[in-house]
């Protein structure tokens, strides 16, 4: 909690103002951030400072995980964190590769789970990835991908948490995550639950004890309009100890993980937390 703390603090205080073409707001930008997340002691990396959805966090990596590519899979797992970017982006709405209704495009999982070979085939780097680490394999390019320039034409959104490295050492999993873009009062606290929550999955159905999560952000950045919630409420609220993550042990496979896992094989324990802040969202 206190290093998220202090990369808000660092934005009020050290922050440049950037103009962002796509919303249409200016930002307090700084570059590079490194979080870590204890994941070996179960440290949950929920937002303490105020109210956290975490559930909604988790069903969207879920998605990504099952490669979902339409806003209403995502919503049936139990998110809406789709809904505006497949249907109010006017760039999109216009793009004639969208599909129609909810339809997002080639993002995030459909990457992850059907990359697109130049000989026409795909490849599902996820399965690889759980495949070698399964059998206790690490090459050193234990790593699924998101980051596909020649197709974010074809998307509604080009990924801002792109690559996951993942890393076996005598038999303890430890997870790189690589941001290229972070909205800190909304989207960091999202993207901590899924690295964590990533990083303890993979390594629950390859059968081996989650270390360290490191988690790279390039660009962290406040919209204008969130920055008097952040500097006036927030970062003045002291922050409570860290919940745990109880995740269902019946979980044993990817196929579980394509299949019938939901919400409810996924609990927190010990989450205290200070009142809800409700900070705009720019699509």
């Keep these: 909690m206190k290093q998220y703390l202090d990369l808000c603090q660092r ?7 950037v103009e962002n073409k796509r919303t249409g707001k200016r930002c307090l930008t700084v570059i590079n951030a490194d979080l870590t997340y204890d994941v070996a002691h179960n440290q949950f990396p929920l937002i303490t400072t105020r109210k956290s959805y975490w559930k909604s966090a988790i069903a969207e990596i879920l998605g990504y995980i099952r490669g979902y590519d339409n ?9 809406k964190t789709w809904d505006a970017n497949s249907n109010e982006n006017q760039d999109w709405l216009n793009n004639p590769f969208r ?25 599902d780097q996820l399965r690889k990835l759980v495949d070698n680490l399964s059998q206790g394999i690490d090459d050193r390019g234990e790593i699924i991908t998101f980051y596909n320039p020649g197709e974010f034409h074809m998307g509604c959104l080009r990924p801002c948490m792109h690559t996951h490295t993942f890393s076996l050492l005598s ?3 430890y997870l790189t995550s690589y941001q290229r873009s972070c909205d800190v009062p909304l989207g960091l606290n999202f993207n901590q639950v899924q690295v964590f929550t990533l990083l303890k999955l993979i390594a629950q159905i390859t059968g081996h004890k989650p270390g360290m999560a ?24 002291e922050p409570f100890a860290s919940p745990q993550l109880m995740i269902n042990p019946d979980i044993k496979s990817l196929e579980d993980l394509e299949t019938w896992v939901t919400m409810d094989d996924f609990e927190v324990s010990g989450y205290q937390c200070h009142e809800a802040i409700r900070y705009p969202f720019s699509v």
């Design 214 to 237: 490191y988690h790279k952000i390039v660009n962290a950045h406040i919209y204008e309009d969130q920055l008097e919630l952040m500097r006036d409420v927030q970062v003045k609220r």
């Design 171 to 173: 038999g303890t999993l």
């Design 99 to 123: 599909k129609g209704q909810d339809d997002m495009g080639r993002v995030y999982g459909v990457q992850g789970r059907s990359w697109a070979k130049p000989d026409g085939g795909h490849l």
């Design 71 to 79: 806003a209403a899979d995502f919503r049936a797992l139990g998110t």
């Design 11 to 17: 934005l009020i205080d050290q922050g440049e103002w």
